[in-house]
């Protein structure tokens, strides 16, 4: 984006996309910049709009630069369709400044854009400034009834031909999902019977069918998803397809989400024989992936697991997680150490342009490789050896005690400095203020221009990030949703919602992983009641395990990060509610969610390529 969409206007200026007067809209013609654009991606109807911005301004023709300007703020907004009451959210956040969002054209800015709704062409300029309207005012009845049209013109011009979504990918992608589904939230708002609302719903299900007559089976799922979201069609039908498309289907993982399709059908239309049949079918593709191991005991752990935990909500299957639970405990004891530490060279004095240069001019799948492996945390033992050094080098700021203050002014740590010969506390005050350093460089040099750059080139969206997630040993799958909401946050810059829906999963993941590897991570209580351990005892108690699997300089990283109350602490202070609202979004919070990330990708790495082939069918 540019630096005038980045920008957020101060208290006493108001933004050149906030300027614009009726006067403005009568005398210039509002659809000039789109008028040869094919496109109903409003990331391309925004980079259109300010580039005749930057013409008119140029030009100094004051009145198109004011409205230009303006229609752009409004494709600028990022697009969340699941989210009935925020459906569109800033595109950029960088610290105390974002780029526009709806709340901006609050008041005569939103009456401007609803006088001149019905002069726009481009249908999915149209929608956009319609819906933001509504959305600011849901008296406006007119313009959701002008929104919802034009979410069907966007979807049927797609569906002919005549325009296109930035992916190309046709009326059958996810950008087609997404439009319909707000169209249905304003369907449903503004009268369920009504002549647009039957339309879209005739749409969704009209496309249900088509994907499952020409077998385009991730299509289907979303098409089916959506329809069974809001009882649309008959879901004895929608089960009849989806079972038709399994036995066509010949990847387990496709047909494990078909099956799903099939059973949450059948049990809305009361077939629950048929619902268990299909819940079982789905539960066994896990056990076939598991077959397909190809020599990893922690692939084969985690999908077993994945089987087992899918058989417990089906009756008469108690006899089969036997089976599957001795063979479990058989490839939980062949499991090495397979989330193996790497290694990873940066030269230093051009660490950003490497950063950007690692991500830059790849598919998208690749660049989200080399952004989960820009940065390497040091050894225990260097990290000691350095704070050493550090102490040798300047005694005397080891000799004294040493407090730190939160942002209210309470003590969170204390040491006493050298006491006795014993240096330890001193150590691990300097391997913090070392490590600190150390994470606000990589999030600096490293995390935030490699993100900027992928976000600048690529429309990251949940499928891309959900199917790392599905994948990855290190999600639990009740939990995939979550950490796929939570990094679709981190990489559009929404760090406060990234890092408090991130970080309290980590302690989760982490019981995860042991489990898969045998070991108990309950502690029973005096009155015989159990309880899963917390990060602290996790990294107190089983530290040798969790080195075993993840490597020392990982476990090291995440205590210093989320744990060692000398450093940022985040877990804790996070569980607390003790986060500032600038501690929530700062470097550490940045490169918490980072190393979150990076969790999830590396047991990925020998199969990449495989997963970034499944993503791009």
Known sequence: ???????????????????????????????????????????????????????SANEQCEAQTRVYAMLAAVCSF???????????????????????????FKGEPAKLLAGNINRISNPAVRARVADTVWLLDRKQAAAAIAALDAYIEVINAVRRGSHSFLSGAGVHSADTTNHLRRGIYIARSIGWEKEQSLCIRALVSELRAEAAKIQNHRSFQRFAALDLDF???????????????????????????????????????????DCNRNLLSAAECLVKIADNHGGSALFESHWL?????????????????RQLKHRLVDAQAEIYDELSSFSHTQDISDIVEDSRAAVRNKPLMAAL??????????????????????????????????????????????????????????????IAQSENFRRSLVVDGCIEPARLAIIDEHHVDEDAIGIICVHSPFVPQER??????????????????AIHTLVPQLENSLRHVLRLRGHDVTKLNDDMTQEDLGLSVLLAKLRTELDAIFGDRMITD???????????????????????????????????????????????????DRISSAYEL
């Not at 509002?30 to 911005?53: F, G, H, M």
């Not at 959210?89 to 901006?104: I, K, N, V």
Request: charged share 25%; glycine share 4%; proline share 6%.
């Open 1 to 55: 984006m540019n630096n005038e969409a980045e920008k957020q206007a101060s208290p006493n200026e108001t933004p050149k996309w906030l300027e614009a007067t009726a006067e403005d809209f009568q005398a210039v013609d509002i659809n000039k910049p789109v008028v040869e654009v094919s496109s109903v991606d409003t990331r391309q109807l925004w980079s259109a709009y300010t580039e005749y911005c930057k013409i």
């Open 305 to 321: 697991e994945c089987a087992i935990k899918e058989m417990h909500r089906i009756p008469n299957t108690r006899e089969r997680r």
């Open 558 to 608: 995440i205590d210093n990060v989320f744990n060692n109350r000398a450093g940022p602490n985040l877990r804790n202070r996070l569980a607390h509610g003790l986060l500032s609202d600038g501690e929530a979004r700062s470097r550490d919070a940045i490169y918490g969610c980072w190393l979150i990330f990076q969790l999830c990708c590396i047991p990925l790495y020998p199969y990449w």
């Open 369 to 430: 490789y080399s952004f989960s492996r820009l940065s390497q945390a040091p050894s225990p033992k260097q990290l000691e050896e350095e704070a050493r050094k550090i102490i040798a080098e300047h005694p005397l700021s080891s000799i004294f005690a040493t407090t730190q203050y939160d942002s209210t002014g309470k003590p969170v740590y204390r040491d006493k400095g050298i006491e006795d010969d014993d240096d330890g506390a001193v150590v691990q005050r300097h």
């Open 78 to 104: 990022h697009f969340r369709p699941s989210n009935y009451e925020e459906p569109f959210e800033p595109m950029m956040r960088l610290g105390d400044r974002r780029s526009p969002a709806p709340t901006d």
């Open 480 to 497: 995939i949703s979550i950490y796929t909401n939570g990094f679709h946050s981190f990489f559009h810059g929404d760090i406060i919602s």
């Open 231 to 273: 009882r649309i069609s008959d879901p004895s039908v929608i089960a009849a397809e989806a079972e038709e498309l399994v036995e066509k289907e010949d990847d387990y993982y496709s047909q494990h989400s078909l099956y799903h399709i099939a059973a949450r059908a059948h049990r809305l239309a009361k077939n629950e024989a």
